[in-house]
């Protein structure tokens, strides 16, 4: 039983080495929407989102690589404020290739 096991175990071994995996991270970038003219600092954005200075700062730059969904949905609703609608999700997200 565990020869099979170990046969079947290196077989899918080998077929996972030839697969190309390719992974593209999506990063949260607010910096479209939080522009100089807006006038926003972080300490404002971090009383106003109860959101971490780091997460803030980090989003704003475009950088921001994983976060919790009660934090992207606020972020989201941050980026709304901004821009003045309802922004989506596709609007905040960009690949690290953009």
């Not at 003219?37 to 950088?63: C, F, P, V």
């Amino acid at each position: 039983m565990l020869v099979h096991q170990y046969a079947a175990d290196r077989n899918m071994l080998e077929k996972s080495r030839r697969i190309p995996i390719h992974r593209m991270v999506k990063y949260i970038d607010l910096s479209k929407f939080w522009t100089e003219e807006k006038d926003l600092s972080i300490e404002t954005a971090h009383e106003k989102t109860g959101l971490n200075r780091r997460t803030l700062s980090s989003a704003k730059k475009g950088l921001l690589d994983r976060c919790q969904i009660d934090t992207l949905f606020k972020l989201k609703d941050l980026a709304s404020d901004l821009a003045g609608r309802e922004v989506s999700f596709d609007e905040i997200f960009k690949d690290d290739q953009a």
